[in-house]
């Protein structure tokens, strides 16, 4: 017999292997409903965290910040007393509570102006050095912590009134009142153990000062300024001498 009839008879119906493979059905790639609220809720979760967490960190520079800029800009008014031969002063804005953006906020530069024929300084007549420096977000200056002698407590800082000159070199946006501290013409400060200080805070809508807020608590800078110019910066909120039950500042 023949291989093949053999084979033939052994198997009379040839076995049909297209037939034979069972097809699976493949599960569609893709995330059910309940995955993708799962994964949102927690995207969100981390959004909220890192949000909070770069608030803190940006109200924590606001002060130091402050201070540095602060530093530098009673630097620039010595430097312009002196080379100017005439008397500079660094005045913050304390003019108008309802301008939020400035108020106890923007800090400026302005010297004495001088006859053009004999040099002299024209008393009373200011010249704005500069466009002004505004405080970081929520930083304010403190009237009530900044004193003439921060030594011994005494003496509230000086307060003056810039009006519109003759030669109209103070322009009407910076008129109004000012905490002013002055240089003479040789540099020298004529307020010397005077402080500046500034704090973090929040300042509602028709309150005149700054409200110690819950996470800002004792968040306050500042320097002492000597008679040379130089300044001394507090490095804790006890040289300041901050009441313990300091609510605004």
């Excluded at 800078?221 to 006890?238: A, K, L």
Aim: aromatic share 8%.
């Amino acid at each position: 017999m023949e291989f093949d009839e053999y084979f033939i008879k052994l198997n009379p119906k040839p076995m049909d292997f297209n037939h034979s493979i069972r097809r699976v059905p493949s599960r569609s790639p893709g995330f059910s409903l309940v995955e993708l609220l799962t994964v949102i809720a927690i995207i969100s979760i981390l959004m909220t965290i890192g949000a909070i967490g770069i608030g803190n960190i940006s109200a924590g520079k606001g002060v130091p910040t402050a201070v540095a800029n602060a530093e530098a800009i009673f630097d620039e008014a010595r430097t312009i007393a002196i080379s100017k031969k005439t008397r500079a002063l660094v005045l913050v804005d304390v003019n108008d509570p309802k301008r939020p953006e400035v108020y106890l906020r923007r800090v400026i530069v302005a010297y004495e102006n001088q006859d053009a024929a004999t040099g002299d300084p024209i008393e009373g007549d200011w010249v704005i050095a500069n466009r002004g420096t505004v405080l970081p977000d929520q930083v304010y200056y403190s009237q009530d912590l900044s004193r003439e002698d921060h030594a011994s407590g005494a003496g509230d800082t000086q307060t003056m009134r810039m009006t519109l000159s003759q030669s109209d070199t103070v322009k009407s946006d910076f008129a109004g009142d000012y905490i002013a501290y002055e240089f003479n013409s040789e540099g020298i400060c004529t307020t010397p153990g005077a402080s500046f200080v500034v704090g973090t805070g929040a300042r509602p809508p028709g309150a005149e000062k700054p409200r110690v807020t819950s996470a800002a608590k004792r968040d306050f800078g500042g320097f002492v300024i000597w008679r040379n110019g130089r300044t001394s910066v507090f490095r804790s909120p006890e040289q300041i001498d901050i009441p313990t039950s300091l609510t605004e500042f």
